[in-house]
């Protein structure tokens, strides 16, 4: 379209009104996003800040004793490569097995979907303490899988199935797994079915088009999927703590011990400059390798994965995946005839058997616990008798309804901090023109990269000096911190989709700014906003990090509760509780997915 | 019912270098029904955002029945807006939709009851109140939308393509209710399209806009049959472009020669004036240039194609001389015509009334 020429315009008169405007755009940006960046500054950056100055500054100056002494034995060093395995193997197994479940998500039809999504949310939602609890019993010396194994006569005496490097890798993939399926649905949905069925058109056959067509385009989300897993798994601590022995000890437990038991900073400091440092690499190479903007997975896979990866890497990459088409349209054509037959669209049954494999082996452990905690027989299996005992033991005492409390109360408070400082932002990010957005959204994000348990160490330091260590509302800033990339996300995205004509057909027919939002604007949203707010609400509800510095005794958490009790003793109490927890998440993700598709069948 | 009159004065738009409506001005008439057409791009609808306070001005105003309003937000307006997605609020039902510019105005309850029934009666939808928007077929959500618009009797209607989305049955059924409500609510009506038969059947008078700016504004015969550029006469409707120069200007028209060609042929004018040995177009409606067997026209070519869309039979002509453009000729349909040839050497002659000039260039 051609450029009319600009007519000429009184010079001054525009610079005083451009000038009057930026300075009022000013207000409205600092008002809108200042309070979630001052939180940020204040309670993480300060925080983390802090605790690596501790690293090498102490009391008589700067020094680096801590990284000498971290570097002295080969102990430390050990339990980071130890780390990094874990880390690692969780990574692999959680993208390759949960890449057929998000698949089979991504092709089934509505009704199938949302049954098999609900089952990943549960899970996803459960908390990762009653998870890895869970598990503890299964695997027991008397846990199920044993009485299965005797019964059966493979075994003749109890095996030890807990407390190595099996179990860990069975409770991190538990944990895990979940997150990389939604990660890997989020672009998988995006890929249009038309493509493979092109290729079909094109002379593909079933395997080719998958491994040639469908999986390059998947790859983003199986980057996406993999770095998060692998950046979680490696500040995890609940399940090797509860689930390992001495040598799977990770990074993280050390600095708790550093933090809880010797009290030296110094020491935590250096040992969370070691584990941010090898985060930091991590990032660095997957930034060269993918770019990090395929981390939210919304992002164009064709920008993505091919231009970055170097010419002779494509060029095996391809080759590979030729090959692999080739191998699967083999073994394809080797099947019955019938089979090869049926409709393309139709997942096949194997995929099918698979994935509730999976899924059951990710529910089970959970859901097992609820016939346990009504059993008069301990933790042992079968079941034995029936009684409430162990939920009048959980309900009449004070330690445990106190922490449920503290935990609503928190959860609440979060919940409305972070819609209320994640939300405007979320429409600055969207709607303004705001200079450097892609720099403030990795900012506002990086709560979710910095490990939780730099943070929570950091968050201690600080609370301890301003007296906030045991406070509620010193809980909810630290938990908001941690919440809010999450409730940003989520309404960045709702407001993407939200059509801004809307506002300007109310505005038309009379409504007045104010009006607009009340009638339009805020009921649209709605339903994106109370889901968001469940989110912020649920990740404090089962925050464990930043609880265990910052609670304890009778201001403890209900994770921190949890926690203290089963590092002391594993009794049908948990069960109980574990259960009461299940069936709260249960109910929360069903309130959810129900305003979800209300808010989606508009 | 209440109308107004709406006056723009010098209207500019800019987003940053981008010119996106260059100065316009343009009066509407108390009742008028008046188009804004042209390609995507053009800036018809940046003018439609403007007067309805959608968009900002950087110049110019915006006057209703002299009122000055270009710095009014839109909800002070009074300036209805049918939008081309229909911009329903999904959340609520029919009835809340229609009922809701008269919350905003404060209206009684049971004047606003009346009101909104009788809007649905006015676009024949009163069954549907209680349905939400999606529960609607698309024909039927346009005239929710434009029975929202006019429920609270704006002074000025603007629509945004708001037949855009509708098949063609549709929108031609939808075409006569909006000139039927147009008719009986007297209301100024504002009108963006893409579609030039759409704009030639529903208005009083077209504005014709290209790159910002308004290329011809007037009736459709006006533009139809006197163009005042090359961009009008190629917009609106088919139309053969031929290269030629003015030998003499009289009271009747033109004395004109073809680009090349020494016969001299008669032309009329478009109503602007023409110097002698000026270059011009003419434009020939397909319909008005006749094939004939015999080699006695004024050109000659050979038949590339032959085309029958329904009503018309279209004939596409290679001219003999090869750097002139391909030329269309267009009759009614007859079975009993006698077939053509392709490659056929056929001669073209048409009535020198049917030859309009046009200065050339894109007067831009």
Redo the contacts between chains.
């Keep these: ?7 000429a ?1 009184e010079p001054g008169q525009l610079r005083t009104t451009a000038r009057s405007r930026a300075r009022s755009q000013a207000w409205t940006w600092a008002a809108m996003g200042g309070p979630l960046v001052l939180l940020l500054v204040f309670f993480l950056v300060y925080p983390v800040g802090q605790l690596l100055l501790l690293s090498i500054y102490n009391d008589s100056g700067f020094t680096l004793a801590p990284y000498r002494q971290l570097f002295a034995s080969a102990v430390y060093i050990d339990v980071l490569l130890i780390t990094l395995k874990i880390s690692l193997a969780t990574t692999l197994v959680c993208v390759v097995v949960g890449y057929p479940i998000a698949y089979l998500i991504s092709v089934v039809g509505k009704d199938r979907k949302a049954t098999l999504l609900f089952w990943v949310l549960l899970s996803f939602w459960t908390s990762f303490l009653v998870r890895a609890f869970a598990w503890i019993v299964l695997l027991g010396r008397n846990g199920v899988i044993n009485k299965l194994l005797l019964s059966l006569g493979i075994i003749s005496s109890p095996a030890s199935l807990l407390f190595n490097f099996g179990s860990v890798l069975v409770g991190m993939v538990n944990a895990l797994l979940p997150l990389a399926v939604l990660t890997m649905l989020s672009v998988m949905e995006n890929i249009d079915r038309n493509l493979p069925r092109a290729a079909a058109t094109l002379g593909a056959r079933p395997g080719m088009a998958f491994w040639k067509i469908y999986f390059p385009l998947s790859l983003p989300g199986v980057a996406a999927a993999g770095i998060m897993v692998f950046v979680t798994a490696i500040g995890f601590f609940i399940v090797p703590a509860l689930l390992g022995g001495r040598r799977e000890t990770m990074i993280t437990q050390l600095i708790i011990d550093q933090v809880q038991q010797t009290l030296n900073w110094g020491f935590a400091g250096a040992i969370s400059v070691l584990l941010l440092i090898v985060v930091l690499i991590v990032f660095v190479a997957y930034d060269r390798l993918l770019g990090l903007s395929t981390m939210t997975g919304a992002a164009a896979p064709r920008r993505a994965a091919p231009s970055r990866l170097a010419g002779p890497v494509q060029k095996i990459g391809d080759a590979v995946l030729t090959l692999l088409g080739m191998i699967s349209d083999r073994i394809i054509l080797a099947l019955p005839s019938r089979r090869r037959d049926r409709n393309p669209e139709q997942a096949g049954l194997g995929l099918q058997a698979f994935v509730w494999t999976m899924l059951i082996i990710i529910s089970a452990p959970t859901i097992l616990m609820i016939p346990l905690s009504f059993g008069t027989g301990g933790l042992n299996w079968p079941p034995q008798g029936f009684t409430l005992h162990w939920y009048e033991t959980v309900l009449h005492s004070p330690v445990w309804t106190q922490a449920f409390l503290r935990s609503l109360l928190v959860g609440l408070g979060t919940g409305g901090l972070a819609m209320l400082i994640g939300t405007p932002a979320a429409f600055l990010l969207v709607r303004s023109n705001v200079p450097g957005k892609a720099a403030w959204l990795a900012f506002i994000l990086s709560p979710i990269v910095v490990p939780r348990m730099i943070i929570a160490v950091g968050m201690f330091y600080v609370f301890a000096r301003m007296g906030l260590v045991g406070s509620a509302f010193g809980l909810i800033l630290g938990h908001t911190v941690v919440a809010v990339p999450y409730v940003v996300m989520t309404m960045m995205a709702v407001l993407r989709n939200y ?1 801004t ?2 506002d ?9 700014p104010f ?1 607009t939002l009340r ?2 604007t805020f ?2 949203l709605g339903a994106g906003m109370f889901s968001s707010f469940l989110f912020a609400f649920a990740t404090s509800f089962d925050e464990l990090t930043i609880a265990l510095f910052a609670t304890g005794g009778l201001n403890a958490t209900l994770p921190k509760q949890f926690w203290d009790e089963v590092t002391l003793q594993v009794s049908p109490v948990i069960a109980a509780v574990s259960t009461c927890l299940f069936i709260f998440m249960g109910l929360l993700i069903f309130v959810a997915e129900r305003l979800r598709r209300r808010a989606a ?2 | 019912m209440t109308s107004s009159s709406l006056r723009v004065k010098g209207l500019t738009k800019r987003y940053g270098d981008f010119v996106a409506l260059a100065p316009t001005s343009l009066d509407v008439a108390n009742g008028e029904f008046l188009t804004l057409l042209g390609p995507s791009g053009s800036g018809k609808t940046t003018l439609l955002s403007l007067i309805a306070g959608l968009a900002h001005p950087d110049e110019g105003h915006i006057l209703v029945d002299d009122a000055d309003v270009t710095h009014s937000p839109a909800y002070d307006r009074d300036i209805g807006v049918v939008f081309q997605n229909y911009a329903l609020f999904p959340h609520m039902t029919v009835e809340d939709n229609i009922a809701f510019p008269l919350k905003m105005r404060k209206v009684a309850d049971a004047d606003l009851r009346r009101r909104t029934a009788e809007a649905l009666e006015t676009v024949r939808l009163p069954h549907v109140a209680k349905r939400y928007p999606r529960e609607l077929s698309g024909g039927q959500q346009q005239r929710i939308a434009l029975a929202r618009c006019i429920v609270y009797r704006p002074a000025i209607i603007l629509m945004d393509e708001p037949l855009g989305a509708l098949d063609k049955k549709l929108r031609d059924q939808m075409q006569l209710e909006i000139k039927r409500i147009h008719r009986e609510l007297g209301t100024t009506i504002i009108y963006v399209t893409h579609d030039q038969e759409e704009a030639m059947t529903m208005s009083d008078r077209i504005c014709l806009m290209n790159a910002g700016a308004i290329e011809q504004l007037g009736t459709p015969e006006d533009l139809y049959f006197r163009p005042q550029s090359v961009f009008v006469a190629d917009f609106l409707g088919e139309s053969n472009l031929l290269s030629a120069t003015v030998r003499q200007v009289d009271a009747q028209g033109l004395d004109i020669v073809l680009a090349d060609q020494a016969a001299p042929s008669r032309a009329v004018g478009n109503g602007a004036s023409f110097a002698a040995g000026e270059p011009i177009k003419l434009m020939v409606r397909p319909q008005n240039l006749h094939v004939e067997d015999a080699a006695n026209g004024k050109l000659t070519g050979r038949l590339v194609d032959v085309m029958i869309s329904g009503s018309m039979t279209r004939l596409y002509i290679a001219p003999e001389r090869i750097d002139m453009p391909q030329l269309v000729a267009a009759y009614p349909t007859r079975s009993s015509a006698a077939p053509y040839e392709i490659g056929q050497l056929v001669s073209l002659d048409w009535n020198s009334a049917d030859a309009v000039a046009i200065r050339d260039g894109r007067g831009h």
């Design positions: 379209m051609a450029l009319a020429k600009a007519p315009i059509d004509r809307l300007h057909a109310a505005q038309s027919l009379g409504a007045r009006a009638h339009i009921p649209i069948a508009r």
